[in-house]
T-cell receptor
Framework: DAGVTQSPTHLIKTRGQQVTLRCSPK?????VSWYQQALGQGPQFIFQ???????QRGNFPDRFSGHQFPNYSSELNVNALLLGDSALYLC????????????FGPGTRLTVL | QQPVQSPQAVILREGEDAVINCSSS?????VHWYRQKHGEAPVFLMI?????EQMRHEKISASFNEKKQQSSLYLTASQLSYSGTYFC????????????FGTGTRLTVIP
């Protein structure tokens, strides 16, 4: 049973560019959450998708957007990249029920130059 | 909304015990504990729910004081494999599991 997978593993972009990160949830999971983890910090919640809709959103600007597909996979898009967007982006999947654990993927390391 | 963890770092010898604390300024519905090793994804340890019981995973247990909005993680007879950064993630909404994570506690277990 494959766990949460993310692509790409690493990415280097320049300021002002746009980036798309991808996530495939653990088999059977229908909810996908995205987190940003800066070096030495805890993960920060970006948003959560369920039934192809954004259900919850953290304190991130509109430059951060997402999408969930019918097969529950998800994309995170970031426009007009800033140096401060450099971080590890983690995807976590879970079942819709609130008390279910979240399984994290290995993350995508984004570097903005 | 970010919970506060203490201590920030701790060094243990194998077999020693440790306690990691997590506190929030908001009323909590659940507390989730994760361990992250360097360069790896966070790994789930346990969930504590409002009104629920103290949880245990092998020699790691945790408690949740709803009135104080605090949770503690207890590591007993630590092993080398316990090394890593421990994060608590809190959720203040019923029916949701979007988490707000603390800054983490770096635990190092030495022989």
């Amino acid at each position: 049973d494959a766990g949460v997978t993310q692509s790409p593993t690493h990415l280097i972009k320049t300021r002002g560019q746009q980036v798309t990160l991808r996530c495939s949830p653990k088999s059977g999971h229908d909810t996908v959450s995205w987190y940003q983890q800066a070096l030495g910090q805890g993960p920060q919640f970006i948003f959560q998708y369920y039934e192809e809709e954004e259900r919850q959103r953290g304190n991130f600007p509109d430059r951060f957007s997402g999408h969930q597909f019918p097969n529950y996979s998800s994309e995170l898009n970031v426009n007009a990249l800033l140096l401060g967007d450099s971080a590890l982006y983690l995807c976590a999947s879970s079942l819709e029920l609130s008390y279910n654990e979240q399984f994290f993927g290995p993350g995508t390391r984004l570097t903005v130059l | 909304q970010q919970p506060v963890q203490s201590p920030q770092a701790v060094i243990l010898r194998e077999g020693e015990d440790a306690v990691i604390n997590c506190s929030s300024s908001k009323a909590l519905y659940s507390v989730h504990w994760y361990r992250q090793k360097h360069g790896e994804a966070p790994v789930f340890l346990m969930i504590l729910l409002k009104g629920g019981e103290q949880m245990r995973h092998e020699k790691i247990s945790a408690s949740f004081n709803e009135k104080k909005q605090q949770s503690s993680l207890y590591l007993t007879a630590s092993q080398l494999s316990y090394s890593g950064t421990y994060f608590c993630g809190t959720c203040d909404q019923t029916g949701a599991n979007n988490l707000f994570f603390g800054t983490g506690t770096r635990l190092t277990v030495i022989p």
